[in-house]
């Protein structure tokens, strides 16, 4: 499960509606781990908006879609040969095509597809071709990190994936934004917990660079207010997480890293336990919306929270520095 408080918006048009899932290619010019490099790390939640390039088919009905071969989690760029930028767009490009059979240009699997749809007009006229999709996702994570030395940062620790279809969601642009945690859902046995939250459509903190399965980056604004720590390697042991749970405090938490798995590939490099009574009190352990909360370790930053277990909230999963590092470079 994954630790990121969400909200989508669908089907051509469905609207917006509160996911509980995840919540979400480029690259961002980010130096190796190398000795005696300083980060920031931040701990405090921020609000995320994220756009795709295309727009990802999440649900297919019976139709002109699924007769065509479209199928879930393909990424739609051109229609007709246009390119397709926004599902109101595409939408308003399936107006203006009527009835004829058109090409669809997807992205599936990394691979470029071409079929060839014929939309159909509904009881209100509007041609339509049976499928949602999706451009967009918008939540509240955690920032990891910050670098004083380019203003890069990385944050969640994981991708932004869709949460239909569970793929990453294929990255055009987007922003970080002010966030204040206003409540708290409790994590329980079996049922994610989850931090809920005000976020600041108004104002920028930073731009978005790249959506990796290690960690969303980019670059910010402003620097955090917060001291600057050498990178560390995880062991074994005692360590803390700094996360943002109440209001606009961010505070530091005992856990126990009880594992480091260094050849993990999808943000388990480290099992851990939250031992801090304030936080399990508060939360139950780690709650979707503390995802990329920095771990810290004899003084050096040396992860960053990922997953929670559902059938124990008080446990979870990190990725370690040096792998969100790599991957913002990449």
Known sequence: MYGLAQRAKGLLRCGAAVLLALLLCGGVPVRAAESGRLLVPVGHTVGIKLFSRGIVVVKLSDGPARESGLQTGDVIV?????????????????????????????????????????PSRNDEGVCCIGAWVRDSMAGIGTLTYYDPADGTFGALGHGITDVDTALLM???????????????????????????????????????????????????????????????????????IRSNVQGDQVGEYAVEILKVLPNAADGRDLVLSVTDDRLLETTGGIVQGMSGSPIIQNGKLVGAVTHVLLNAPNKGYGILIENMLKAAES
């Open 78 to 118: 051109k229609l007709g040969g246009k390119a397709v930028t926004s599902t109101e767009q595409f939408q308003t490009l399936l107006q203006e095509n009527g009835e004829s059979t058109a090409d669809l240009q997807v992205k599936r699997s990394g691979d470029s597809v071409t079929v060839s749809v014929a």
């Open 170 to 240: 294929p990255f055009s642009n987007g922003s970080i934004l002010p966030s204040t945690v206003k409540a708290v859902k409790k994590g329980e046995a079996g049922a994610a917990g989850e931090l809920r939250g005000d976020f600041d459509l108004t104002r920028n903190l930073g731009t978005l660079s790249a959506n990796t399965t290690s960690g969303i980056f980019g670059v910010m604004e402003a620097p955090p207010d917060a001291e600057a720590l050498p990178i560390g390697t995880a062991v074994t042991g005692h360590a803390v």
